[in-house]
């Protein structure tokens, strides 16, 4: 059967999460149900990662085996069209080699959390940012983060329905950067890692949004993961903000 590599962007807010669920509407229920309007019985397709309910996706990969051999920018045009109203899209497709697994050959996973600093409500962002009223400062925000960086128990920022084995893992980057916007700030964290703890980037963001607005220390953030106790942890930031933004593969199967 052919298989194919399909990058696939979605607003989160109309979803349960990226994972087929019994009776809710799902990022994975909405592609294989396009999926059976191309083929019957198409195979439970596999996803680089599972994003919970609310958090978008800029570059989410999946890979899917279908029957017939189809041009892949076919195949993405007729996901497309059975994909609508549904916000999400098929980017692009690719025809992969049978040993590529969307998840298990991935080397990297790239996450975007966008803030908002700012006293007036957003409107066109409204949705798909996290928005604060009280000012921020970046500069503390990024000293804290270079102590979440390498490799680390981060069993403090770990959610306790974690089933991952080990809440070891090594985070390759955390960078924030700031914007002005009309009237206010918007935040960009970067986190780059192989793989992640369940809510561990919002973990992180929400933890060095305290950071920023005063209320802990840089130096804090060290301290809550010494600590190794979820109790240490700052507050989990909501899920609007988040976005699935890349995943690295050995070759990137839609160069």
Same mark, same amino acid.
């Given at each position: 059967?052919?298989?194919?590599?399909?990058?696939?962007?979605?607003?989160?807010?109309?979803?349960?999460?990226?994972?087929? @669920?019994?009776?809710?509407?799902?990022?994975?229920?909405?592609?294989?149900?396009?999926?059976?309007?191309?083929?019957?019985?198409?195979?439970?397709?596999?996803?680089?990662?599972?994003?919970?309910?609310?958090?978008?996706?800029?570059?989410?990969?999946?890979?899917?085996?279908?029957?017939?051999?189809?041009?892949?920018?076919?195949?993405?045009?007729?996901?497309?069209?059975?994909?609508?109203?549904?916000?999400?899209?098929?980017?692009?497709?690719?025809?992969?080699?049978? *040993?590529?697994?969307?998840?298990?050959?991935?080397?990297?996973?790239?996450?975007?959390?966008?803030?908002?600093?700012?006293?007036?409500?957003?409107?066109?962002?409204?949705?798909?940012?996290? @928005?604060?009223?009280?000012?921020?400062?970046?500069?503390?925000? @990024?000293?804290?983060?270079?102590?979440?960086?390498?490799?680390?128990?981060?069993?403090?920022?770990?959610?306790?329905?974690?089933?991952?084995?080990?809440?070891?893992?090594?985070?390759?980057?955390?960078?924030?950067?700031?914007?002005?916007?009309?009237?206010?700030? *918007?935040?960009?964290?970067?986190?780059?890692?192989?793989?992640?703890?369940?809510?561990?980037?919002?973990?992180?963001?929400?933890?060095? *949004?305290?950071?920023?607005?005063?209320?802990?220390?840089?130096?804090?953030?060290?301290?809550?993961?010494?600590?190794?106790?979820?109790?240490?942890?700052?507050?989990?930031?909501?899920?609007?903000?988040?976005?699935?933004?890349?995943?690295?593969?050995?070759?990137?199967?839609?160069?």
């Amino acid at each position: 059967m052919p298989r194919y590599a399909l990058k696939i962007e979605y607003d989160g807010a109309p979803f349960a999460g990226w994972q087929r @669920q019994n009776d809710l509407a799902t990022a994975q229920g909405a592609v294989e149900a396009a999926l059976a309007k191309l083929e019957a019985d198409v195979p439970t397709i596999a996803a680089a990662g599972r994003t919970d309910a609310g958090v978008h996706a800029l570059g989410q990969v999946a890979h899917c085996d279908m029957v017939k051999d189809w041009d892949p920018f076919r195949l993405s045009e007729a996901l497309n069209y059975h994909l609508k109203p549904d916000p999400i899209s098929i980017l692009t497709a690719a025809r992969v080699d049978d *040993e590529f697994h969307a998840r298990f050959s991935a080397l990297e996973r790239q996450y975007l959390f966008r803030l908002i600093s700012r006293r007036a409500p957003v409107t066109h962002d409204r949705g798909n940012v996290w @928005q604060v009223q009280h000012p921020l400062e970046l500069e503390p925000m @990024q000293a804290a983060a270079k102590h979440l960086i390498g490799l680390h128990d981060f069993t403090t920022f770990r959610a306790s329905m974690c089933q991952a084995a080990s809440p070891v893992k090594s985070v390759d980057e955390v960078r924030i950067e700031a914007f002005d916007i009309p009237h206010g700030r *918007e935040f960009r964290f970067h986190v780059r890692a192989r793989s992640f703890l369940h809510n561990q980037v919002r973990s992180f963001v929400g933890t060095l *949004e305290r950071v920023g607005a005063g209320a802990w220390e840089p130096d804090d953030v060290k301290t809550a993961l010494e600590a190794q106790d979820r109790a240490a942890c700052g507050p989990v930031c909501p899920p609007q903000g988040l976005y699935l933004a890349n995943v690295v593969y050995p070759e990137d199967p839609f160069a």
